[in-house]
């Protein structure tokens, strides 16, 4: 089937509405969750290093999960995987609010997790297969539109629930809305699909598992352990030999769980590498900013929350204009313009003080909020343009997971620094300090006193280190995308095609 004959009817708006919802409550639960990261660390008494397995061990799952949803899409209906996704959302979020213990906590994360792997690339293939190339910017980016609605509202609210209600709140305001969402699905969505042969290699998924399992982990792990623990680095190993067996194993095959030949695409390659840079930058920088807001500077998580509005407001409002942009000029220039904007913002993110004023902390976030409204949507949309029609669902599949792959890394890897950098400054810090008073020994209370600047002062720096790392990471996506290209869809298929998105026959109706 061509793509202008899966594009002649009328997309199903219903359809897209409701897991555009379902997609929208997922993604604030991430935005609250944010925000009450300093008040988890003190309620349940851990570590940044430990608390943000919060959000890479939701990554975790999501990369081990994504690379099976093109085998999902393509053996279920939209009403199946949409009703599973919710119903294990729902489930994890519950688990989440009633949890006591940080480990409680974690599991209930992975549970909804899991949801959340099979919802976001459900809903984007949905959206390719509905609307033809010309119309796609501007439908991403009324799609980009109502996802950066969360965002938006997501950190005020967080610290308005924080700073009135405990943090398990967060989770208790969202189960009702999961479980109406729920039930609305079961009601509303009525898509059949034929039975299709297909079966799942479950060889290929305890690969994929066990490959990007063990890559996330490792990464994530070296925060707390350091990169010389023997767990850390044979974790790193044994996910890279797993994911080079797995790599392999899929070329091999007729069906693979994972299509790997999709790279051979030019843009499509191009566009998943710029993708995952700016994603490191990204969900490092989400993480970082507040902790330096309120464990460094003492800013309420209500006021914290407010200092991200305007840049989640700019960040949804610029999607459907940057839409309309790609769909005109192409995902080129929007692309370096946006990522000289980000790369300018995290040198700038790498001088924080504590004398920083909190108006140059909301203009400054706004900023690179800005910058990266230009670069996701229009370079991940140019990349899958130039698949072929049954790629749809590799594509997507491959491109979420390498974004939670690299979110996870970058988030674990620039944590990492942060507390490696932190520990080498208040050892510097304290030699310096004890240099000073060696004519006269401090008090017990003077001592004390110190050593809170000293640690407050080290982990300020550390920070700053870590976001000076993003200034190199988002310098690389920089450089990467003067190679971009307007894609046109490929009409020779590499290999023998796949089978039949099942979502190309629901956007005919």
């Known amino acids: 089937m061509d793509h202008s004959q899966q594009n002649t009817g009328r997309p199903p708006y219903g359809i897209l509405a409701i897991l555009i919802v379902g997609a929208f409550i997922a993604f604030l639960n991430n935005t609250l969750l944010n925000i009450a990261l300093p008040s988890i660390m003190t309620d349940l ?20 999960l994504i690379p099976t949803t093109a085998f999902l899409i393509q053996k279920y209906s939209v009403r199946h995987l949409f009703l599973s996704a919710m119903a294990l959302f729902t489930l994890g979020t519950i688990l989440s609010g009633s949890a006591d213990t940080f480990s409680v906590l974690l599991v209930g994360r992975m549970i909804q997790a899991s949801g959340t792997a099979i919802m976001m690339p459900l809903l984007m293939n949905v959206m390719l297969t509905s609307f033809p190339i010309e119309k796609r910017g501007t439908a991403m980016g009324v799609f980009g539109l109502v996802l950066m609605f969360a965002p938006a509202i997501g950190p005020t609210l967080s610290g308005w629930i924080i700073e009135h209600y405990d943090w398990r709140m967060l989770f208790h305001f969202i189960t009702p809305i999961a479980a109406a969402i729920l039930l609305i699905g079961f009601f509303l969505l009525k898509d059949k699909k034929e039975k299709v042969d297909i079966r799942l290699d479950l060889f290929s ?130 692309a370096i313009i946006g990522l000289a904007i980000t790369v300018i913002t995290s040198y700038y993110f790498s001088e924080l003080t504590l004398e920083t004023t909190y108006t140059q902390l909301i203009i400054l976030y706004t900023v690179r909020m800005f910058g990266m409204s230009m670069v996701n949507m229009p370079v991940t949309t140019n990349g899958l343009n130039q698949l072929p029609a049954q790629y749809y669902p590799h594509g997507t599949a491959m491109n979420n997971t390498l974004q939670q792959v690299s979110g996870a890394i970058g988030t674990a890897l620039l944590v990492t620094i942060m507390s490696i950098r932190t520990e080498t400054h208040i050892q510097e810090l304290t030699e310096d300090a004890m240099k000073n008073a060696a004519g006269a020994p401090p008090t017990e209370a003077a001592m004390v006193e110190m050593q809170q600047q000293i640690v407050m002062k080290a982990t300020l720096e550390g920070i700053n280190d870590a976001f000076f790392v993003t200034v190199f990471i988002a310098g690389l996506a920089l450089v990467l995308s003067f190679f971009i290209k307007r894609a046109k869809q490929a009409e020779d298929i590499i290999g023998k095609p796949s089978a039949q998105n099942p979502s190309q026959k629901l956007a005919e109706k």
Not at 45 to 64: D, E, H, R, S, Y
């Open 205 to 334: 998924l305890l690969l994929s598992s066990a490959g990007f399992g063990g890559l996330l982990y490792g990464f994530s792990s070296a925060g707390s352990e350091g990169w010389d623990d023997p767990e850390v680095y044979t974790t790193l190993i044994i996910g890279v030999i797993a994911l080079v067996w797995f790599i392999l194993r899929q070329l091999r095959q007729d069906r693979p769980m994972l299509n790997f030949r999709i790279f051979k695409y030019p843009m499509f390659a191009l566009s998943s590498a710029i993708s995952m840079v700016v994603i490191m930058a990204m969900f490092s920088g989400m993480l970082l900013t507040p902790i330096y807001v309120q464990s460094i500077r003492g800013i309420s998580p209500f006021d914290a929350g407010l200092m991200m509005l305007p840049g989640a407001i700019v960040m949804a409002f610029m999607s459907p204009i940057t839409g309309r942009l790609f769909d005109k000029f192409g995902g080129r220039a929007l």
């Open 45 to 64: 008494k851990v570590k940044p290093a430990i608390v943000q397995w919060l959000t890479t061990g939701f990554m975790l799952v999501n990369g081990i």
